[in-house]
């Protein structure tokens, strides 16, 4: 089991640029979520999935998109890349939707926007 | 404005010595998790509790979850370096999939 895995791990932007990050797990998760961390902020919750075919905002929302074709991935796009979109982007999954539930996480993608 | 709140901030102590970390809300939640995240790592699942009073233990660490399902504690009984890292909370906010996080405390143990 490889787990969450995330690609790529580092990557710098220009503003206005946009790009997707990648996410998938292969423990077979209903529940996925992208969270982003920036210095004393904790994470914050962009957006996530109960299921295939399922997406839901979270705190964040504002410049990301996200879809859930399939169970195993869910990919984050950038719309139009903004320096305050600068921080550590991790994915997680867990066995089902609910809160009690342990997060898995992947090890992040470190973004930087110019 | 944060849901979960965290305190302190940052600690820093000796080995050896014993800490209280804390996670304050004004909304009542179903459950609560605590995880550990490492430099250049995701987060790791440390606990979760699920009933008011509940208290468990795992090895030096002992977490509280309070009666009223609004705060929890995280106790570390003899620190040791390998405590160091940053502790967050987590809970499940407005409804049970959206999981969210407190600020965080650093912790870091002094040899």
């Given at each position: 089991n490889a787990g969450v895995t995330q690609t790529p791990k580092f990557q710098v932007l220009k503003t206005g640029q946009s790009m997707t990050l990648q996410c998938a797990q292969d423990m077979n998760h209903e529940y996925m979520s992208w969270y982003r961390q920036d210095p004393g902020m904790g994470l914050r919750l962009i957006h996530y999935s109960v299921g295939a075919g399922i997406t839901d905002q979270g705190e964040v929302p504002n410049g990301y998109n996200v879809s859930r074709s399939t169970t195993e991935d869910f990919p984050l796009r950038l719309l139009s890349a903004a320096p305050s979109q600068t921080s550590v982007y991790f994915c997680a999954s867990s066995?089902?939707?609910?809160?009690d539930n342990e997060q898995f996480f992947g090890p992040g993608t470190r973004l930087t926007v110019l | 404005t944060q849901l979960l709140e965290q305190s302190p901030q940052f600690l820093s102590i000796q080995e050896g010595e014993n800490l209280t970390v804390y996670c304050n809300s004004s909304s009542v939640f179903s459950s609560l998790q605590w995880y550990r995240q490492e430099p250049g790592e995701g987060p790791v699942l440390l606990v979760t509790v699920v009933t008011g009073g509940e208290v468990k233990k795992l090895k030096r660490l002992t977490f509280q979850f309070g009666d009223a399902r609004k705060d929890s504690s995280l106790h570390i009984t003899a620190?040791?370096?390998?405590?160091t890292g940053l502790y967050l909370c987590a809970a499940p906010y407005s409804s049970a999939s959206k999981i969210i996080f407190g600020s965080g405390t650093r912790l870091s143990i002094r040899p």
């Open positions: 066995y089902s939707y609910r809160g | 620190a040791q370096p390998g405590d």
